[in-house]
């Protein structure tokens, strides 16, 4: 019984898989036909459209090289994506129904019924010898079709009415609101900037920009970069006329206030020609595109990058230069040469401690956007530079690609005399003279011991034997009996938070200084340094001791200077603020013990 039972189940299910497969592959629906209403047309290849909307101009526009252009009512350049969007849409246009000759014929005034003695709108649409005409008629009554005729056809079609709302009924719908289209594509520029003419050009290897009249000089590259990007992107507000005859000079145009002319090698890309306020339009300006006659309005703030003095078209920075450095070598009464130095990261010549990386980081970014406080001489000549305290003995920067290599200058500065708030500088490339803010000269590393590696030293608290604090005469010693468990020693008296003090002996073993501001120096008081101070020695179980002197406050730092010796020699360097903060709290003798 179960073995016939099995063999009908078999048979069962053989039988609906067979109907499945013949299901899917014999006796499914055949998809719905798709039936173009412009038979043969293909947006793609459509060279010209022709619109006439009920009781408005004639619009037509062609296309030639993948570019289309208005050509009536007025010539002007087109918007490109309207035109598309139009032809994708009819391209897949289909009939809802279809109204025969005979059913059209057997209406009386079928055609003042249907909207076609009186159409919406009549279209021509060319494509090299092939056209197609389509006349709009009135709209159902539900409202959610069209009535539309093909060519000459007697009969009529129904579509749906999504594609009515991308016809334009004037020609503004289908202008180019756009002023150029040149990013990317300009490597030369003039700028007529009232009574002044510059002029610019984007060097085709390393792609910046370079000042070559009235100065050959570098140039400001975000700005014009900036510029460009703002110009393309910029829109039309307002065709405020057409007329080829209007008076120009009464919006500013001639002469214009601003001229900006773009190309690419030997070739004209565009222009635009910048006017005066639009009176009743606040905000906007008129403006011109070169080759066309309409006077249009665009934002005022379009052109705010192009405005200004030659000055401001020059690179503010002193040096910008890209790619690795190899050796800095600062020349000068306390002169020092940084150079790599393969894997091993960097050294100071002449030196034996370790280079911190981040303080040579922070000093090649500090060169490479050292400010420009004031163009202070175009060109000069050694005679000139004299009076600006310029010479072969000025303090000088020099970067190199390669170290030792003295023909591989990267970039170059050499600094002159100084006054209340500036330095003058000159690059060694440049003829000019340029002020440096002497707050910015001062962020400049003075000595080569300044890049010293940070980290002080390194030891884990669970190693520490005990602390020992001398301050204003007096001494405590504090011993740990366990984690997070300390106690004074006999003699040492006072009251201690044990959890603080492991926080805070934690923090302490990973010492790093915010920076260096002293080696051996001579006169230690300066930096508040003396006996009376805080005094910490931390022994090790080892028997190792690390020492730091506290010293005093940090100008305008909410930390202190301290003091430690390493290899042999006294450094001075600014305390961590927030550890600064535990070790006035919890490792620091009151003036009153309890």
């Not at 050796?327 to 100071?348: M, P, Q, S, Y």
């Amino acid at each position: 019984m179960k073995t016939k039972t099995t063999a009908l189940w078999f048979v069962f299910a053989a039988a609906l898989a067979a109907f499945i497969w013949l299901y899917e592959t014999k006796l499914q629906p055949a998809p719905p036909v798709h039936t173009a209403l412009l038979a043969g047309l293909r947006a793609a290849d459509v060279t010209a459209i022709q619109i006439i909307p009920a009781g408005g101009w004639e619009i037509s526009a062609v296309r030639t090289n993948g570019v289309w252009q208005l050509e009536k009512p007025l010539a002007y350049p087109a918007q490109a994506a309207a035109i598309q969007a139009l032809l994708a849409s009819l391209e897949q246009l289909s009939p809802i129904l279809r109204l025969t000759a005979a059913e059209m014929q057997g209406r009386k005034n079928a055609d003042s019924e249907f909207g076609f003695e009186n159409p919406q709108f009549k279209l021509d649409l060319t494509a090299g010898d092939q056209n197609w005409y389509l006349t709009v008629g009135n709209l159902t009554a539900p409202g959610d079709g069209v009535y539309v005729r093909v060519g000459g056809e007697a009969g009529a079609y129904v579509t749906d009415t999504d594609w009515l709302r991308l016809l334009p009924r004037e020609a503004t719908a289908w202008r180019d609101t756009g002023l150029v289209d040149v990013v990317g594509k300009v490597d030369w520029l003039v700028i007529t900037n009232g009574t002044r003419v510059i002029e610019l050009r984007r060097n085709a290897t390393n792609h910046l920009w370079r000042m070559t009249s009235p100065l050959d000089a570098r140039a400001n590259n975000l700005r014009i970069v900036t510029a460009l990007q703002q110009l393309s992107s910029a829109k039309v507000s307002q065709f405020v006329t057409d007329n080829p005859k209007a008076d120009l000079t009464a919006y500013g145009l001639q002469p214009a206030a601003l001229d900006v002319w773009l190309g690419s090698g030997t070739n004209y890309l565009a222009a635009v020609h910048v006017g005066k306020d639009s009176p009743d339009h606040p905000g906007e300006v008129f403006a011109q595109r070169e080759d066309w006659s309409s006077v249009l309005t665009v934002a005022s703030n379009t052109f705010a990058a192009w405005r200004g003095t030659v000055n401001d078209f020059r690179d503010p920075r002193l040096l910008n230069f890209t790619g690795p450095v190899a050796e800095i070598d600062v020349r000068g009464t306390n002169g020092f040469t940084l150079k790599a130095d393969g894997a091993n990261g960097w050294r100071v010549a002449g030196e034996k401690f370790p280079v911190d990386e981040d303080s040579l980081k922070e000093f090649v970014q500090l060169l490479a956007n050292l400010p420009i406080a004031e163009f202070v001489k175009d060109l000069g000549t050694a005679t000139d530079l004299q009076g600006y305290g310029i010479s072969t003995n000025s303090r000088a920067i020099i970067l190199r690609f390669i170290a030792d290599d003295t023909n591989s200058v990267k970039a170059q500065l050499v600094f002159g005399t100084a006054g209340t708030n500036r330095i003058f500088v000159k690059r060694g490339d440049e003829g000019f003279v340029y002020a440096l803010a002497l707050d910015d000269y001062k962020r400049l590393p003075e000595y080569g011991w300044e890049f010293r590696d940070r980290r002080i030293w390194n030891f884990s608290e669970t190693n520490v034997s005990e602390i020992t604090l001398h301050q204003g005469g007096k001494t405590r010693q504090i011993l740990r009996t366990g984690a997070n468990s300390w106690s004074l020693m006999p003699g040492s008296q006072g009251i201690i938070n044990p959890l603080a003090i492991e926080e805070t002996v934690r923090r302490l073993g990973q010492l790093d200084a915010i920076a260096w501001a002293g080696r051996n120096f001579p006169t230690p008081e300066t930096f508040g340094l003396d006996t009376n101070n805080l005094d910490l020695l931390v022994e090790l179980k080892n028997g190792e001791k690390r020492s730091v002197d506290f010293g005093g406050i940090v100008p305008g730092r909410q930390t202190v200077y301290a003091a430690v010796t390493l290899d042999g020699e006294r450094w001075i360097f600014e305390f961590p603020p927030a550890l600064c903060a535990l070790v006035a709290a919890y490792l620091t003798i009151p003036q009153k013990d309890p």
